[in-house]
């Protein structure tokens, strides 16, 4: 039986151009490399709840995102099992961050984490963490 071929940087870029929900977010891969990935979303007001903290839900899409991704970079076509976030302080910032590992890469599953982080004036503060089981396809 041939092993999944792990996605590249070009199929990860296109996925991204060809999800609407993304493209929305305004989600942009910034970094990728084997177990490893980076994505930013630049803070506007459509994505702020009513204090205007950069929504729970975009952070989550974010780690969702972030842990899949980096997951599909080693063992290739996956889908999110499941994935918990802890909301540490408000998103607030010129910019969000998220950096995703994989802690562990099974046969059937793939055990990867993540942390958001708020860029303001140019200072970096922890924002979120989450961890996610991901399912090879």
Known sequence: MNSPRPITRE???EALEN??????????LTGFEPGRISMEVLPRRELTQHHGYVHGAVVGF???SACAWSAASLVGDVVTSEYKVNLLVPAIGDRLVCRSEV???GQRQVVSRADVFAIKDGEEKIVATGLATIARV
Not at 19 to 28: E, L
């Open 62 to 64: 974010m780690i969702d």
């Open 11 to 13: 199929f990860l870029e």
């Open 19 to 28: 999800s609407p929900f993304a493209q929305m977010i305004g989600f942009q």
């Open 103 to 105: 802690i562990k890469a």
